[in-house]
T-cell receptor
Framework: EAGVAQSPRYKIIEKRQSVAFWCNPISGHATLYWYQQILGQGPKLLIQFQNNGVVDDSQLPKDRFSAERLKGVDSTLKIQPAKLEDSAVYLC??????????????FGPGTRLTVL | QQPVQSPQAVILREGEDAVINCSSSKALYSVHWYRQKHGEAPVFLMILLKGGEQKGHDKISASFNEKKQQSSLYLTASQLSYSGTYFCGTETGRGSTLGRLYFGRGTQLTVWP
């Protein structure tokens, strides 16, 4: 079974530029998560989708970050404009969760973003 | 709501044991353990649900004490492949926080031959 796919793996941009990350979850997984992992810290949830609806985006800096999950499958996370403090690894995870139960989240390899 | 992990770092020789702790100030519904090697994705190890159950596979096991809001990960007879950063992710409730995991800062484990 294929895992969570992400692209690009690395991205270097200058501050105030925009950037987009793509995620393809495990086939059939209803729930998709985007996390930000700053060096030396644990992942921090940015947004959670169930199918193509947003479940939780309370930690997403909405003035510069946006995310969508069209057709309940692939997802895109965008930053516009980027700031120096956005330098981090952006991890996508998915789970089969369909109901009010705990489920395993499987992570993709991440996109390492460097903002200069 | 971020859980606190201890210790921050552990250095072991092959064959030695280690314990990593994760504690929360909030009542916990579940605890998820992951291992992440440098430059790679976090890899799922196990989930523990409230009820004080203990789980394990191979030489890695974990316990969950819901009264103390704590979980511990036990690595016995450590192998070189155990090296990495271990994260606990805690789930504190249902409803609007369903599925949200709060991750600790991680415990860096290094196993030497």
């Amino acid at each position: 079974e294929a895992g969570v796919a992400q692209s690009p793996r690395y991205k270097i941009i200058e501050k105030r530029q925009s950037v987009a990350f793509w995620c393809n979850p495990i086939s059939g997984h209803a729930t998709l998560y985007w996390y930000q992992q700053i060096l030396g810290q644990g992942p921090k949830l940015l947004i959670q989708f169930q199918n193509n609806g947003v479940v939780d985006d309370s930690q997403l800096p909405k003035d510069r970050f946006s995310a969508e999950r069209l057709k309940g499958v692939d997802s895109t996370l965008k930053i516009q404009p980027a700031k120096l403090e956005d330098s981090a690894v952006y991890l996508c995870a998915s789970s089969a969760r369909l109901d009010q139960s705990t489920d395993t989240q499987y992570f993709g390899p991440g996109t390492r973003l460097t903002v200069l | 709501q971020q859980p606190v992990q201890s210790p921050q770092a552990v250095i072991l020789r092959e064959g030695e044991d280690a314990v990593i702790n994760c504690s929360s100030s909030k009542a916990l519904y579940s605890v998820h353990w992951y291992r992440q090697k440098h430059g790679e994705a976090p890899v799922f190890l196990m989930i523990l649900l409230k009820g004080g159950e203990q789980k394990g596979h191979d030489k890695i096991s974990a316990s969950f004490n819901e009264k103390k809001q704590q979980s511990s990960l036990y690595l016995t007879a450590s192998q070189l492949s155990y090296s990495g950063t271990y994260f606990c992710g805690t789930e504190t409730g249902r409803g609007s926080t369903l599925g949200r995991l709060y991750f600790g800062r991680g415990t860096q484990l290094t196993v030497w031959p």
